[in-house]
Antibody
Framework: QVHLVESGGGVVQPGRSLRLSCAAS????????MHWVRQAPGKGLEWVAV????????YYADSVKGRFTISRDISKNTLYLQLNSLRAEDTAVYYC?????????????WGQGTLVTVSS | SYELTQPPSVSVSPGQTARITCSGD??????AYWYQQKSGQAPALVIY???KRPSGIPERFSGSRAGTMATLTISGAQVEDEADYYC???????????FGGGTKLTVL
């Protein structure tokens, strides 16, 4: 059974950094691409980043490019999101999601999310 | 940047058919996907590749795509279908995910 558990969220000051983790079980990260998606309080979904199943390609939303980095540790079957130079507008629940369809992107399993609050 | 447009809200009575639309210039060339997000929960995939249902999704959920518009149809909507629904596709490069703004479905 596929299971995704995010952790690492919390309250952080503007300009500081944070690393989010997403522990995966029921499948292996080297077989599936993975995404991060965020949702600001009371707002809609915003895609953040993707890492391909082979780990050699990543893409980012313009709003986070150059500040956030997606990565993974196959030995721990864990996905990460490094958040640097945080801003108030980065406050959101961050979800990890598996890309489970062949062909185009398709987020077929989601974690429950971890809340990041950027505030002084 | 590329955008997908959804109506902010749709309201139906129980048993009626709910239709939620999603429009975008790249949709003639890209699949559409639909997610359901109930209050306080993570999103869940309900339709992929325009019209396919993941296992466990009721048959009353269906999807279609024609031209620049994709449509999620819930035939015989039930109270438990009340949720926010988001469409998703990719931009013309195929490398970036784009979500629609979401549609709040009310069934009462």
């Amino acid at each position: 059974q596929v299971h995704l558990v995010e952790s690492g969220g919390g309250v952080v000051q503007p300009g500081r950094s944070l690393r989010l983790s997403c522990a995966a079980s029921g499948f292996t990260l080297n077989k599936y691409g993975m995404h991060w998606v965020r949702q600001a309080p009371g707002k809609g979904l915003e895609w953040v980043a993707v890492i391909y199943y082979h780990g050699n390609r990543e893409y980012y939303a313009d709003s986070v490019k150059g500040r956030f980095t997606i990565s993974r540790d196959i030995s721990k079957n864990t996905l990460y999101l490094q958040l640097n130079s945080l801003r108030a507008e980065d406050t959101a629940v961050y979800y990890c999601a598996r890309d489970g369809c062949s062909g185009s992107y398709c987020l077929d399993h989601w974690g429950q999310g971890t809340l990041v609050t950027v505030s002084s | 940047s590329y955008e997908l447009t959804q109506p902010p809200s749709v309201s139906v009575s129980p048993g009626q058919t709910a239709r939620i639309t999603c429009s975008g210039d790249a949709l003639p060339r890209k699949y559409a996907y639909w997610y359901q997000q109930k209050s306080g929960q993570a999103p869940a995939l309900v339709i992929y590749e325009d019209s396919k249902r993941p296992s466990g999704i009721p048959e009353r959920f269906s999807g279609s795509r024609a031209g620049t518009m994709a449509t999620l149809t819930i035939s015989g909507a039930q109270v438990e279908d009340e949720a926010d629904y988001y469409c998703h596709s990719t931009d013309s490069s195929g490398n970036h995910v784009v979500f629609g703004g979401g549609t709040k479905l009310t069934v009462l």
